[in-house]
């Protein structure tokens, strides 16, 4: 994982094997060392990533040369989609399917698999999907390089949690020779800083305290819920975000550049603005290929609204095999088909900026209690004490911080480096911050640089004398 030691010696090794070796070597290099990057978690389950990858590959080929295109296309896609829903959704279907029969009064037992999850599964099957689909529509030719199709599906960086990146995009950039460039690589390695700043300050520090009540539910009430819920929005977005300043940082120490995946979404001003700035890659993917061919907005409103709702739903079983995920993608559905009728009955409420941006904030938030409850009874047992207790509210803020096992000052340093979070990502709002601190004075910017490499690293030593390395929360899906 990226927040771990052997990544640090694993990305400089690739990084100086990359330009040593001639071009024509680099790719079967960079295949190697990915494949390897995934065995690490489990050696075999490279089975899985090569199978959809040969399938995915052969069908393209098959579809440009005209052999029964339709055919082909229903059978790759059932293939790549077929692992992926054994692995992920076979248990959670069987026990649905179970616990259904049971409350109609018919004896049934329990019929589960011993099954774990491949990670990256999700992300490299929607990738080898939309490779087929657009080959099958004609935007893209197939590709004739097996070695340049195998690196799309599994390059390192993105391997496992994204982005999920479009062929034409990334296959074209593994053709090109790259020479060194160290503007580039510099600035990459400024994301890593940022992106391991994201994740080891603050939600890995944040982690601690919102599984601490989620995980033990009934024993909180009121202020500590709520600190606890805002905790987890933080955490999720630093978690996931920070992953992908990685993931960009590391593809530009090698020349390549990946999709942008987030952009402030905690700063819009309402629910579908949310969702242009949250995880744009699976946003995107959801909008080109289950939103638009369902018709997306050029049917009926009717239709354009059940369009809405069956792809958040989608998107939110594609999180995880519990209904607290698909309860989630209904929710985001629900608001927004809510702001499409606002809109198309020109309904425009007058708020000020800062009203809309925290009015969205919370609304995403209530959907992030369904998304990190472990279960549904989790989720309604939140919804139905996160206020006890506020008709005092001084003893309901101390109460909750108590709870917490938190002093003022500890909160205050909780907050800290998340107020210094939200300054980068207003300033993010108008400018690359990054290169911005580029243009100070350099005692202010050698100073900002020193917190942003070191800040991790202690936090990181003084988290592991306590605990393993947490993984990255999007790794589950």
Not at 79 to 98: A, H, R
Request: glycine share 4%.
């Amino acid at each position: 994982i990226f927040n771990s030691f052997a990544y640090a010696i694993f990305l400089p090794t690739v990084f100086l094997l990359y330009y040593v070796l001639p071009h024509k070597f680099r790719n079967v290099m960079l295949l190697g060392v990915s494949y390897y990057f995934y065995m690490s978690w489990n050696y075999k389950l490279i089975v899985l990533i090569l199978s959809t990858t040969v399938v995915s590959y052969f069908a393209a080929k098959c579809i440009s040369k005209g052999i029964n295109p339709r055919r082909v296309l229903i059978i790759s896609t059932f293939v790549c989609l077929g692992m992926l829903g054994f692995f992920k959704y076979f248990n959670f279907f069987s026990n649905s399917i179970t616990s259904f029969l049971r409350n109609i009064s018919l004896p049934v037992s329990d019929f589960t698999l011993d099954l774990i999850l491949p990670v990256g599964i999700s992300f490299y099957t929607f990738q080898t999907l939309s490779y087929v689909v657009d080959v099958f529509k004609g935007r893209i030719p197939a590709e004739s390089n097996f070695i340049d199709y195998a690196l799309y599906v599994s390059f390192f960086p993105q391997l496992v949690a994204g982005p999920i990146e479009r062929p034409e995009s990334l296959i074209p950039q593994f053709k090109k020779e790259h020479s060194f460039d160290y503007d580039k690589a510099v600035y990459g390695a400024k994301l890593i800083a940022l992106g391991a700043f994201k994740k080891i300050v603050i939600a890995d520090t944040l982690a601690s305290h919102v599984n601490m009540v989620y995980n033990n539910l009934p024993e909180y009430k009121g202020f500590s819920i709520v600190l606890a819920t805002f905790f987890f929005a933080v955490q999720i977005y630093c978690d996931f975000s920070g992953y992908t300043d990685i993931a960009l940082g590391s593809a530009k120490l090698l020349g390549f550049d990946l999709m942008q995946n987030f952009n402030a979404p905690y700063l819009a001003k309402s629910v579908k603005d949310f969702w242009s700035r949250w995880h744009i890659s699976l946003s995107t993917w959801f909008k080109d290929y289950v939103y638009i061919p369902l018709g997306g907005s050029k049917v009926s409103s009717v239709l354009r609204y059940r369009n809405l709702f069956i792809t958040f739903l989608l998107s939110g079983l594609w999180h995880g095999a519990n209904w607290t995920f698909v309860l989630w993608g209904a929710y985001h559905g629900i608001l927004n088909i809510i702001e499409a009728l606002f809109q198309r009955r020109s309904i425009s409420i007058k708020l000020p900026v800062s009203i809309k941006v925290f009015s969205t904030f919370m609304l995403v938030c209530v959907g992030w209690v369904l998304f990190r409850a472990n279960k549904v009874d989790d989720a309604v047992y939140v919804f139905q004490y996160m206020f006890d207790g506020i008709m005092s509210p001084i003893n309901y803020l101390e109460q909750g911080l108590i709870d917490l096992r938190l002093t003022e000052v500890d909160f205050l340093f909780l907050m800290l480096p998340i107020c210094i979070l939200l300054v980068v990502e207003i300033a993010g709002y108008y400018c690359d911050v990054l290169r911005y601190i580029e243009r100070l004075a350099m005692p202010v910017r050698f100073a900002v640089y020193f917190a942003f490499v070191y800040t991790p690293i202690f936090y990181f030593y003084y988290q592991n004398s306590l605990n393993a390395p947490q993984p990255f929360i999007y790794f589950q899906f």
